[in-house]
């Protein structure tokens, strides 16, 4: 579902589903074309536009996989580290 404004998005498969045996040749011209397209655009470094759920993305703290335990983000490591002079250390009391 799109919202409203919003272009509609087309997915198109880049295998053949399961239990297809041979492809209509407008598929394969298809997606090799759609293929050679994102590829140049990669090449070509031209910027992904931005995807409106990117920023609840990056807002997500994954769980450390062997403790379960939420991961601190690598830049908020270096500004608690920076922070912490003035802050007293635990001492596990």
Same mark, same amino acid.
């Given at each position: 579902?799109? #919202? /409203?404004?919003?272009? !509609?998005?087309?997915?198109? *498969?880049?295998?053949?589903? %399961?239990?297809? =045996? $041979?492809?209509?040749? +407008? ?8 293929? &050679?397209?994102? $590829?140049? #655009? +990669? =090449?070509?470094?031209? /910027?992904? !536009? !931005?995807h409106h759920? &990117?920023?609840?993305?990056?807002? +997500?703290?994954? &769980?450390?996989?062997?403790?379960? %335990? !939420? %991961? +601190? *983000?690598? &830049? ?6 920076? $922070?912490?002079?003035d802050k ?6």
């Amino acid at each position: 579902p799109t #919202r /409203p404004g919003e272009e !509609p998005v087309v997915a198109l *498969p880049l295998v053949l589903p %399961m239990g297809w =045996k $041979n492809s209509p040749p +407008i598929f394969s011209a298809l997606t090799e074309t759609i293929a &050679d397209l994102a $590829n140049w #655009r +990669i =090449k070509q470094g031209y /910027p992904s !536009p !931005p995807h409106h759920l &990117d920023d609840e993305a990056a807002s +997500i703290v994954p &769980d450390h996989p062997l403790t379960g %335990m !939420p %991961m +601190i *983000p690598e &830049d908020s490591k270096d500004e608690e580290s920076d $922070n912490s002079s003035d802050k007293p250390a635990f001492t596990g009391d």
